[in-house]
């Protein structure tokens, strides 16, 4: 009930293409949907977040899509950089008793030039 | 600058030492945790704190000591680590702990157990 399963682990795009990661949730308690950035080194950065009210949110080339019924959303980045090769999380929690943010594994972009 | 401060960034250290990593947030949080972040597996929270009172303990094992002294400062106590305890030490924080409530975090403390 706690998992969020991401896909791919891995993803290799070539300079303007766009990657999609995937996440599946099965608490349909949770309605915080966060997206994590994180650069070798550095702790995870907040990206974007959405909630289950809208399909779908744009904050400059990152899209998040979401889908109540399938219980999914997924993170697109438009015109991929090789400044955007880094590890993604997905992660999800609510209030009350699911309040703790439950992790995906991450996905490794990398972006070739 | 995320606004959570982590020091050392890193530690090696022998399995009977005793040593402690600090965590610093300047953001006005009422919220902070400790997660663990191994490889190829998700962040594993620890530890959250909030308004200095720990309201989770996440099954850690004893050889790991939280404490909270107020809400901007959190310090992980180690003594007596396993070779598995390697790995990088996560501190967040967040206005509260309600849902919703995105966690900033810092840039961790790379443990390394001899």
């Known amino acids: 009930q706690q998992q969020v399963k991401q896909s791919p682990q891995s993803l290799i795009v070539q300079k303007g293409g766009i990657p999609i990661i995937n996440c599946a949730y099965e608490?349909?308690?949770?309605?915080?949907f966060p997206w994590y950035q994180q650069f070798p080194g550095k702790g995870p950065a907040l990206l974007i977040a959405?909630?289950?009210?809208?399909s779908e949110k744009k904050e400059g080339r990152f899209t998040i899509s979401f889908n109540k019924s399938a219980k999914q959303f997924s993170l697109h980045i438009m015109d991929s950089q090789p400044g955007d090769s880094a590890t993604y999380f997905c992660?999800?929690?609510?209030?009350?008793?699911?309040?703790?943010?439950?992790f995906g594994k991450g996905t490794l972009l990398t972006v070739n030039p | 600058e995320t606004g959570v401060t982590q020091t050392p960034r890193h530690l090696v250290m022998g399995m009977t030492n005793k040593k402690s990593l600090k965590c610093e947030q300047h953001l006005g949080h009422n919220a902070m945790y400790w997660y663990k972040q191994s490889a190829k597996k998700p962040l594993e929270l620890m530890f959250v704190y909030n308004f200095k009172e720990q309201t989770e303990n996440n099954s850690v094992p004893s050889r790991f000591s939280p404490e909270c002294p107020n809400s901007s400062h959190l310090f992980l106590h180690l003594h007596t680590l396993q070779p598995e305890d390697s790995a990088l030490y996560l501190c967040?924080?967040?206005?509260?702990?309600?849902?919703?409530?995105?966690?900033?975090f810092g840039d961790g403390t790379r443990l390394s157990i001899l």
């Open positions: 992660a999800a929690n609510s209030g009350g008793s699911n309040y703790k943010l439950t």
């Open positions: 967040a924080s967040s206005p509260g702990t309600g849902g919703g409530q995105p966690q900033h």
């Open positions: 608490n349909t308690a949770f309605d915080y």
């Open positions: 959405i909630r289950p009210d809208v």
